[in-house]
């Protein structure tokens, strides 16, 4: 089913408000990656910020949790596992000597919850298992409380279901929804990463389109209905996004209003899958509305507040008037959106001295052992090289140049990249680089004095803190 675009105006939306949202987003968020609004299942707005764009898939992290969810509801509505079940009756040869009560007690019902027991998230020490038997590793931690009483954000719990959904099926997580979801939804090419032990990691890792998140909001906005077919079941998606469970009573807070199975409940009655650094999909019955967003942001709360404020009022149960002035605002705006490239000079004095010279790690410990650059009119070409090997990619002035590297790359595999810089001082030169199937953003500063440079390397987002590189090179 292609979604159909519709001015906002015949869905009870007006464009001046939606404007405003996105110039209140540049102006007071960090980034923004992507935005698309539906309303009564019609794209009334759509925009990539350069170098992300429509056909690209993104890095969902924990909004993953409610595709496995859903992957789960398939399975009960299949008569293969129950809500109810106990965890330990599907690993019976994977179970510690003396399992406890509280491991015995758990359910199915306790992970999608995340209610399981545990006092803490367990993912840190399954990712931190020597032999990669993850699902062994989850049963033998200690369950701290009774199953069901106390909730904490665990996305350990999350792998449990996915390793369970492959018990029942013989089939990973991605396959099984494959025919069942992905397929009939028209989401084309996901990516969902594997762990150790070959079970698709079920809290993270999944990746696909902005307008994939879409689908799947409208699919559950209409009660798993799709193309006049029920995907999911309607009893599924109502106690999936049910208030399951509290965690806490913030009436400020989109992260205090309670939890379903794998999804968190919103302020004015809205519920959302989300994942870290902004990867939203928010469904707001009442308004009949889906709002997928992907983007890179610090503070995730801070997204749905201009929501609240800018979009959610101007919502009309009725068509309203045409404007075709704002609506024109608003698709230029829509259509122009980048991510601001480095503001500076196209060359430098210094880069003729410096171009084609390689510098070598002088003082420091870091991981980039040497780096070269090559200067040309309006481009430069940027040579690392670590432990891996050498990574080159190249930057364009004012303009966003693609490529890919494996540098900082998590897994060592090639990602794809965009990178624009330019002379910010007559001995500094600056990059950004996005690397635009991910949250994450970087900016090199590179500043050359005598025979020594001076780089700094900083990511915009990242668990527990940015992570940033300060390094020292010589000429040789």
Not at 157 to 164: D, E, G, K, R, S
Not at 299 to 317: E, T
Request: with cysteine.
């Amino acid at each position: 089913m292609e979604l159909q675009i519709c001015r906002p105006e015949a869905e009870g939306l007006s464009s001046s408000a939606i404007l405003a949202f996105v110039e209140a987003a540049e102006t007071e968020l960090e980034a923004l990656h992507s935005l698309m609004i539906l309303r009564h299942g019609h794209i009334v707005a759509q925009g990539w910020w350069q170098p992300y764009g429509a056909s690209y898939n993104h890095r969902l992290f924990s909004l993953s949790k409610s595709f496995t969810s859903t992957a789960i509801g398939l399975a009960v509505s299949e008569g293969l596992l129950r809500v109810d079940d106990l965890v330990v009756s599907f690993f019976a040869d994977a179970l510690p000597q003396e399992p406890s009560e509280n491991l015995l007690a758990m359910r199915i019902r306790d992970l999608l919850s995340m209610t399981s027991g545990h006092h803490n998230d367990t993912l840190g020490r399954l990712l931190a298992c020597e032999d990669g038997q993850w699902t062994r590793a989850f049963l033998a931690l200690p369950v701290e409380h009774k199953p069901g009483t106390h909730f904490v954000y665990n996305t350990g719990a999350t792998y449990m279901l996915a390793a369970i959904l492959q018990q029942v099926t013989g089939e990973t997580l991605q396959d099984y929804l494959q025919p069942r979801l992905f397929g009939p939804l028209g989401i084309q090419n996901p990516k969902w990463q594997m762990s150790p032990e070959g079970v698709h990691v079920g809290g993270w890792g999944l990746r696909v389109t902005t307008e994939d998140i879409a689908r799947f909001g409208q699919l559950y906005l209409q009660k798993g209905q799709w193309e006049g077919k029920q995907l999911v079941p309607e009893e599924w998606v109502a106690q999936a996004t049910l208030r399951q469970t509290s965690n806490g009573s913030n009436p400020e807070s989109d992260w205090e209003q309670g939890y379903g199975y794998q999804f968190w409940r919103c302020r004015h009655n809205a519920y959302r899958g989300d994942g870290a650094f902004g990867q939203f999909c928010l469904v707001m019955p009442d308004q009949d509305m889906v709002v997928a967003i992907t983007s890179g942001l610090k503070n995730m709360q801070s997204v749905l507040d201009l929501i609240w404020k800018y979009v959610l009022p101007a919502v009309q149960s009725e068509p309203l008037p045409p404007n075709d002035q704002d609506y024109d605002l608003l698709q230029e705006k829509m259509g122009s959106l980048s991510l601001p490239v480095v503001q500076g000079q196209a060359m430098s004095s210094l880069a003729t001295d410096v171009s084609g010279q390689v510098y070598v790690r002088e003082k420091d410990d870091s991981e980039i052992q040497s780096v070269a650059f090559r200067f040309e009119e309006e481009a430069c070409e940027i040579t690392l090289k670590d432990a891996e090997g050498e990574h080159s990619f190249g930057c364009g002035y004012q303009t966003w140049v693609r490529g890919e590297t494996t540098f900082d790359s998590e897994d060592g595999l090639p990602q794809v990249i965009a990178a624009a810089g330019a002379w910010t001082a007559q001995d500094t030169y600056t990059v950004k680089m996005c690397f635009y199937e991910t949250p994450f953003c970087s900016t090199i500063t590179i500043r050359f004095d005598g025979d020594l440079v001076l780089l700094h390397y900083e990511v915009n987002v990242g668990f527990g803190g940015v992570k940033q590189i300060d390094w020292v090179g010589k000429r040789t």
